[in-house]
């Protein structure tokens, strides 16, 4: 073989092997993205049933306009999900969650299966009850 040949060779394995490690980043990336993605919606659908159990009668279950008895083992048992009452753990196929309510806010932090660059894949969710009225706050961190 040529010397010519030998180069093209040589440099279209280096193309292809940067492509290679470009393609296994990209897919990385975008499963960590798509498992943060998941653990802010079940954040968001734990949000709006912490919501409902705030607002529902204690005949009925629910709360009434406090964020959860019992230490929040009331709150953890309306949200369902294999909810464990010893470590106050939710589980979901995308993370796990652990709920804390302490002086009537109530805290969700989810933990989701895939890591990124940072370590985790983590989100925080907290939900305050005040008066007659409620407020969600969604804080994400990265």
Not at 38 to 43: G, P, S
Not at 61 to 74: H, L, P, Q, R, S
Not at 100 to 127: K, W
Request: one cysteine or more; a negative charge; proline letters at 1%.
């Amino acid at each position: 073989m040529g010397t010519q040949q030998i180069l093209l060779i040589v440099l279209s394995v280096i193309i292809v092997g940067i492509a290679v490690a470009v393609g296994i980043t990209m897919f990385n990336a975008q499963a960590t993205n798509s498992n943060r993605q998941a653990v802010i919606a079940d954040l968001n659908n734990f949000g709006s049933n912490a919501l409902a159990y705030y607002k529902t009668p204690a005949s009925h279950g629910g709360g009434e306009k406090t964020m959860g008895g019992n230490a929040g083992d009331d709150l953890g048992k309306w949200l369902g999900f294999g909810y464990v009452v010893a470590t106050n753990t939710l589980t979901t196929g995308n993370g796990t969650f652990v709920l804390s309510i302490a002086a009537g806010v109530a805290t969700i932090v989810g933990t989701g299966t895939e890591l990124g660059n940072d370590g985790a894949a983590n989100v925080n969710c907290t939900m305050t009850a005040t008066g007659s009225t409620s407020v969600i706050t969604m804080v994400i961190n990265n």
